[in-house]
């Protein structure tokens, strides 16, 4: 279903798309392909949205933290939006402090991007396509991007990634989705247990750029690979998470890049039994434990959400590669296609 959910300031429209199969309910706006709510029961059979986000048009683009949004040309950080290719160097847009942070200012996040649903066997879902234009918040090439919203019967999320350009440029697609499987509105998700299929993590320096470093997870409060609580060694006295206050850090996934999605973490809320496991071709996985969530912003709920109300898990390739020849890749060339998948399953 396809409703009008409000107009940006120089009369484009923006609409909200509702789907549902398997038991998942997930409305997706056609600005910045933001998840504006996902539904899923808990051990009762009772429905709560687990997504963090806004009621109206007007809050995502006044100060929406990337709630829910399709994030591009490149997820996280490039230091001071700074890198050679080819030999060439290039400027992207600074936004965050000295560096750049998900594709600039005016990223894909912040796009109306074209919508198109469809229906295949038992599966509903949603193309969304844009053009990023040569130039574009200072990347090279024009990059033609579709990515593909699918429910499956089974009630999974699966977001399929595709890009192509006419010019070597840097890409790295993910969403940034709010998680609170208690809830939305329900306060912090400190209590939730996660497990992250990683040995090692990229430490950062105090501007959060990756340092080059790949270390290991072992006696430190990064060490997620048996699940414990979000909450457990979040105040420990460590240096990174003194820089990031709290986690907001990149997961070197121990099964690397791989040709089809495979499993990679599991989030759980004791409290109402939901679950979610998710499983990705990528090599990293963003763990953000919502640490500059301050208090200023109202949500769809009607509470003001805090620190550690929701973490996001951003299945990426690593912050600041373009930087870092010992990490994966992200140059895309002509000829070639970007391609990457994550699911997203959900139980109780």
């Known amino acids: ?53 806004f009621d109206t048009i ?16 490149y997820g996280n950080r490039i230091a001071e939006g700074r890198f050679t290719l080819d030999g060439e160097s290039h400027q992207v847009d ?12 005016q990223g894909f996040d912040k796009r109306v991007w074209d919508v198109e649903p469809f229906t295949e066997g038992t599966d509903v879902g949603l193309y969304l396509y ?42 790295n697609l993910t969403s ?10 329900s306060g912090t998700v400190h209590d939730h247990e996660l497990e992250i299929a990683a040995s090692r993590y990229t430490p950062v320096d105090s501007g959060l750029i990756p340092t080059g470093e790949m270390a290991d997870v072992a006696g430190t409060p990064f060490d997620f690979r048996r699940p414990k609580t979000v909450g457990e060694d979040l105040r420990a006295a ?38 979610m496991k998710i499983a990705t071709t990528e090599p990293g996985l963003q763990f953000y434990s919502g640490n ?5 912003l109202v949500g769809s709920g009607g509470t003001v959400y805090r620190q550690g109300d929701a973490l996001c898990l951003e299945t990426q390739h690593y912050p600041d590669s373009p930087n870092h020849p010992s990490f994966p890749s992200t140059v895309l060339r002509p000829g070639q296609i970007y391609r ?8 109780a």
């Open 1 to 53: 279903m396809k409703s009008l959910f409000g107009k940006l300031a120089d009369g484009t429209e923006v609409h909200s798309w509702a789907l549902e199969n398997g038991g998942t309910r997930l409305k997706v706006l056609s600005w910045g392909g933001v998840v504006r709510s996902l539904e899923i029961p808990d051990r009762a059979g009772r429905y709560a949205n687990v997504c963090l986000g």
């Open 94 to 105: 600074v936004n965050d402090g000295a560096n750049s942070l998900h594709g600039g200012a």
């Open 176 to 185: 940034h989705v709010y998680w609170n499987l208690a809830g939305e509105s």
């Open 340 to 347: 990457t998948t994550t699911v997203h399953s959900f139980g």
């Open 130 to 171: 844009r053009t990023s234009a040569d130039g574009e918040m200072g990347y090279p090439g024009t990059l033609r991007t579709k990515v593909t919203y699918t429910l499956t019967r089974q009630g999974d999320w699966r977001i399929d990634y595709e890009a192509t350009t006419d010019r070597a440029t840097v890409v």
């Open 58 to 73: 007007e809050d995502y683009v006044a100060g929406s933290p990337y709630f829910g949004a399709l994030i591009g040309r």
């Open 238 to 275: 460590h240096q990174q998470l003194l820089y990031s206050k709290g986690i907001d850090h990149n997961y070197v996934l121990d099964k690397g890049i791989t040709g089809e999605p495979e499993h990679v973490a599991t989030l759980k809320d004791p409290s109402s039994g939901r679950t």
């Open 292 to 296: 500059f969530l301050d208090g200023t």
